[in-house]
């Protein structure tokens, strides 16, 4: 028989052996409990540091992320509105070149 083949075999063998051993630990409290407190853990770390460096950008005066997506959605709105006025001018520069031509 082929030596990749026998390889192929043996390395089948051990993977689903493996699999399952692994997937019966991985759903066992023992691991599930520890992973997501450390999950949990890690999640508030990271919630803290982002108060504080939106805090530090506030104090030196910059603009955070909050501020600069509101900023950005009130320029999308104006930008909007704008649009809408200069179809509704250009509609109605076509109704008067229209009634000057009869």
């Known amino acids: ?17 493996t ?33 504080a460096l939106e805090a530090w950008w506030s104090l030196v005066g910059l603009p955070t992320r909050r501020d600069q997506e509101r900023s950005l959605h009130a ?3 104006l930008q909007s509105r704008i649009l809408d006025l200069e179809e509704a001018l250009a509609e109605l520069k076509a109704r008067q070149g229209h009634g000057t031509q009869r």
């Open 75 to 77: 320029l999308n709105q």
């Open 19 to 51: 699999a399952q051993y692994l997937e019966h630990w991985l759903r066992s409290p023992l691991v599930l409990l520890p992973a997501g407190a450390m999950l949990t853990a890690v999640f508030k770390t990271k919630a803290a540091g982002d108060q």
């Open 1 to 17: 028989m082929d030596a990749w083949a026998e390889w192929k075999k043996s390395f089948d063998a051990w993977e689903g052996a």
